[in-house]
DNA sequence: GCAGTTAATGAATCGCATG
DNA sequence: CCATGCGATTCATTAACTG
C-alpha cells in the first residue's frame, strides 16, 4: 500500500487485515506449467500462492456482482437419435449475501491477497457492475493507493431491449490498478480505426501540426504514411457472447474472449504469468494460454474446473491441476494425488 | 434521506450538517419565469430558493472535477479593420482544493440542498469525471438512499489522442438520482438507431418472439412495421462541441447542448421546471429555455452570468436577474435594484 | 445550391527545461 | 529536490470557403 487515503469506506465490523487461512497447494503450483487449476476457496489459494517467487503480471477478477441471485449453468445436449435438444440446469454459482457489507469484506480480502502476487509492472483488473464498482473503486483506493489506479473501462455492450422507465443498462466497468505507479508499466498500444468524422475529412492519413512563426499552431496537414488509427480508448464496444455462439460453454455470466484478449494484448507480454481467481468456465484461462501466457485459475465449484478443463482440452492444451486446503481441513481431509488431465 | 446505507464514506471532521447560511434572494425569484439568472454563491441561493413553494423536476449538477487546475476563458475578437482575430483569456473558474475531503464536504453541502428542492417526481443528475464519480456515488448514497440511484450515464467522446501508456480516457460520468423511487417517475422513452449488426439480420422492422407451446421462446419474426430503435442506454456518444462550434461561446469546459437536449427530453415534459447551480456558459438554459422549460441558474461568477444571459438573448428570450446574499453580508452591502435583461 | 476542401483549436499527456 | 511551465504530439469536429 503507498498511499493511504484519508477518506475511506467505514462500516460496523470493518477490518481489512484477517487471520490468514494458513492454506497450502496440493500439489505445488509449477510456475511454468501453461494452465493450472486450483480447486478451493480463492482466499486459501492466493493465500498458499504467496509462497510462490514468481508474480503474476496480470490479475483479472470478475467476482459476483451482488446481485442477489443465484446464477445456473445450462446444460444443453443433444439426444443422439431423435437430434433433439434438451436443456438442463446445473450448478453455476451463488450470489447472495448477507450484506454489501459482507460482500465488501470478502472482496477486500481477495483484493488484498491478489495485490501482494502482482510484480511491480503487474496491474489488476476488477469487473464488476455500475451498482457496486463504487464501492469497490474506494475501496481499492485504500488497498492500493490512488495512485495506482489507472483507468475506469467502460465495456458497452447491446442486448435484447427491456421495458423499463429508465435509461437500459448497457455497460459494465473493468477498474484498473497498477501495482506501482513509478514502475515502467507493461503497455502494448492499441489502436481503434479513426472516427468516420475523421475519415471524411481527412482521410486515412496521419495528421501533423504546422506551427507558424509566432509559436502558435497555424494548421493541420495530411501525411502520406496512413495512420495507425487511434489510441484505444477506455470505452469498448464489444458484443456478448451469443446465445449460439461456439465459445458460449453454457455457464452463466461468461464474459467474451475478445474482451480478455484486448486486456491480456494491453497488459502483458507472452511469458507474463496472468491469474484469474473466479475462473468460471476459464475464459481467461482459454485466451491467455492460446496467447502464450501462463495462467493460473482458481474456483471453487468443480464443474466449473471440469468445464475449464475440458475447453483447454479442445484447444490442445494439458491442465495441471491443483487443490486449495485450509489449515483447518488439512488432517480432516487428505487430498487426492494429483492428476493430469488432457 | 430515505434509507441512510450503513457504509459511508468518512474522514477526519466530515459533517453533513452545516449552520444555514441564511440567504435571501434579492428580488425573489418568480417560478413561472423562462429564465432566471442568480449571481452569488450557489449554496447561498439553494437555501434561499427553499421558500419557494414550487419544486424543481430535473437537476443538472456539473462541478468543477477536482484538476487541481485553473480554467479560463477564451475571448475571441475580430479586428474590424484588419480581420485578424485576437485572443485573450478571461476568468473561467477555479479548481483548486486544499484536499479531496474539502471538495466532497462543499460539494455534498449542495447536493443536500438541491435535494430538499426537487419534486417527488424529480431528479438530479451529476456531471463527474471517473477519478472522483466513484466518492461522489458513495455519497450521494447516503445523502438520496441507495435505492434512488437510477443510472450511471457513460458519456462517451472522442478527442486529440495524447501518447501514454495507458487506456486513453474518453468518458465522464453522469450520476442520476430520483428524489422517491416509489413515486411514478418522469421518464419519456427515447431511442437510438439499431445496431449496425441487428439491421443486417433483421432489417428496419420490429421483431416480436413467438413463444411456443412449452412458453418457451421458439424464434422471433419481423413484423412490416418499422422499429423506432432501440431503447436508449446508459452509454451516450455524443461528439464534444467543436473548436469552431456556433454554439461554442469560449468558457471552458462547456458541455454540448446535444447532451442536455437528450436529458431534458428524457427527465421532464413541457413546464416542468430546471435548475442548474453550476451554469457556466449557460448550455443548460439555453436548452432547457428553447424545450419551454421554465429554468434556474445560479454562478458567482459574472462574467459567466454575462455570457448566458448573451446567448439567451439571442434566442430572443428575456432573462430575470437575482442576486443570492448571506446573511453575514445583508447588511454590509445592500443589493441594486433588480435589473431586467433581453 | 450542393459537394468537397480548408481552417482552427480543445476539462489531454508526456518529457524535458527552468525556477 | 520538488513544483511549474512549455513544446511536441496529431484526432475530432463544424464553420467557412471554393468550385
Same mark, same amino acid.
Not at 446464477?71 to 444443453?76: F, L
Given at each position: $500500500?503507498?498511499?493511504?487515503?484519508?477518506?475511506?469506506?467505514?462500516?460496523?465490523?470493518?477490518?481489512?487485515?484477517?487471520?490468514?487461512?494458513?492454506?497450502?497447494?496440493?500439489?505445488?503450483?509449477?510456475?511454468?506449467?501453461?494452465?493450472?487449476?486450483?480447486? @478451493?476457496?480463492?482466499?486459501?489459494?492466493?493465500?498458499?500462492?504467496?509462497?510462490?517467487?514468481?508474480? #503474476? %503480471?496480470?490479475?483479472?477478477?470478475?467476482? !459476483? #456482482?451482488?446481485?442477489?441471485?443465484?446464477?445456473?449453468?445450462?446444460?444443453?445436449?443433444?439426444?443422439?437419435?431423435?437430434?433433439?435438444?434438451?436443456?438442463?440446469?446445473?450448478?453455476? #454459482?451463488?450470489?447472495?449475501?448477507?450484506?454489501?457489507?459482507?460482500?465488501?469484506?470478502?472482496?477486500?480480502?481477495?483484493?488484498?491477497?491478489?495485490?501482494?502476487?502482482?510484480?511491480? *509492472?503487474?496491474?489488476?483488473?476488477?469487473?464488476?457492475?455500475?451498482?457496486?464498482?463504487?464501492?469497490?473503486?474506494?475501496?481499492?483506493?485504500?488497498?492500493?493507493?490512488?495512485?495506482?489506479?489507472?483507468?475506469?473501462?467502460?465495456?458497452?455492450?447491446?442486448?435484447?431491449?427491456?421495458?423499463?422507465?429508465?435509461? +437500459?443498462?448497457?455497460? &459494465?466497468?473493468?477498474?484498473?490498478?497498477?501495482?506501482?505507479?513509478?514502475?515502467?508499466?507493461?503497455?502494448?498500444?492499441?489502436?481503434?480505426?479513426?472516427?468516420?468524422? /475523421?475519415?471524411?475529412?481527412?482521410?486515412?492519413?496521419? *495528421?501533423?501540426?504546422?506551427?507558424?512563426?509566432?509559436?502558435?499552431?497555424?494548421?493541420?496537414? %495530411?501525411?502520406? +504514411?496512413?495512420?495507425?488509427?487511434?489510441?484505444?480508448?477506455?470505452?469498448?464496444?464489444?458484443?456478448?457472447?451469443?446465445?449460439?455462439?461456439?465459445?458460449?460453454? @453454457?455457464?452463466?455470466?461468461?464474459? !467474451?474472449?475478445?474482451?480478455? %484478449?484486448?486486456?491480456?494484448?494491453?497488459?502483458?507480454?507472452?511469458? &507474463?504469468?496472468?491469474?484469474?481467481?473466479?475462473?468460471?468456465? @476459464?475464459?481467461?484461462?482459454?485466451?491467455?494460454?492460446? $496467447?502464450?501466457?501462463?495462467?493460473?485459475?482458481? &474456483?471453487?465449484?468443480?464443474?466449473?474446473?471440469?468445464?475449464?478443463?475440458?475447453?483447454?482440452?479442445? +484447444?490442445?492444451?494439458?491442465?495441471?491441476?491443483?487443490?486449495?486446503?485450509?489449515?483447518?481441513?488439512?488432517?480432516?481431509? !487428505?487430498?487426492?494425488?494429483?492428476?493430469? /488431465? @488432457?
Amino acid at each position: $500500500m503507498v498511499g493511504a487515503p484519508k477518506i475511506t469506506l467505514q462500516w460496523p465490523g470493518k477490518a481489512l487485515s484477517r487471520a490468514p487461512t494458513g492454506g497450502r497447494l496440493t500439489p505445488a503450483v509449477c510456475p511454468d506449467a501453461p494452465v493450472t487449476l486450483i480447486e @478451493g476457496d480463492n482466499l486459501v489459494a492466493l493465500e498458499a500462492l504467496q509462497q510462490d517467487a514468481a508474480g #503474476f %503480471t496480470l490479475a483479472y477478477l470478475d467476482p !459476483p #456482482f451482488f446481485t442477489g441471485r443465484s446464477h445456473h449453468r445450462v446444460i444443453r445436449q443433444r439426444d443422439p437419435e431423435s437430434g433433439q435438444i434438451s436443456r438442463s440446469l446445473g450448478r453455476g #454459482f451463488d450470489d447472495h449475501w448477507e450484506s454489501l457489507e459482507h460482500y465488501l469484506s470478502a472482496l477486500a480480502a481477495r483484493i488484498s491477497a491478489v495485490h501482494a502476487l502482482l510484480t511491480p *509492472q503487474g496491474c489488476l483488473v476488477l469487473h464488476v457492475d455500475p451498482k457496486t464498482s463504487h464501492y469497490v473503486k474506494v475501496l481499492c483506493d485504500e488497498l492500493f493507493g490512488p495512485e495506482c489506479f489507472a483507468s475506469e473501462i467502460v465495456w458497452r455492450y447491446r442486448r435484447w431491449p427491456s421495458k423499463q422507465r429508465n435509461f +437500459q443498462r448497457v455497460h &459494465d466497468v473493468l477498474l484498473r490498478y497498477v501495482k506501482d505507479p513509478k514502475a515502467e508499466p507493461r503497455f502494448q498500444q492499441l489502436y481503434e480505426p479513426l472516427a468516420p468524422s /475523421t475519415r471524411a475529412t481527412w482521410g486515412e492519413g496521419q *495528421q501533423r501540426a504546422v506551427v507558424g512563426a509566432d509559436g502558435r499552431r497555424v494548421r493541420s496537414s %495530411t501525411l502520406e +504514411q496512413p495512420s495507425r488509427g487511434v489510441p484505444l480508448g477506455d470505452v469498448w464496444e464489444i458484443g456478448i457472447v451469443a446465445p449460439v455462439a461456439k465459445e458460449r460453454t @453454457g455457464y452463466p455470466t461468461q464474459k !467474451p474472449e475478445a474482451l480478455l %484478449t484486448r486486456l491480456i494484448e494491453a497488459c502483458t507480454l507472452p511469458g &507474463d504469468r496472468v491469474l484469474d481467481p473466479y475462473a468460471g468456465s @476459464g475464459t481467461t484461462l482459454a485466451v491467455a494460454a492460446r $496467447m502464450g501466457r501462463p495462467v493460473v485459475g482458481i &474456483d471453487e465449484n468443480r464443474e466449473a474446473l471440469e468445464l475449464c478443463a475440458a475447453r483447454l482440452r479442445r +484447444q490442445g492444451l494439458g491442465v495441471r491441476r491443483s487443490r486449495a486446503v485450509p489449515r483447518s481441513l488439512r488432517q480432516a481431509r !487428505p487430498t487426492s494425488p494429483a492428476r493430469l /488431465t @488432457g
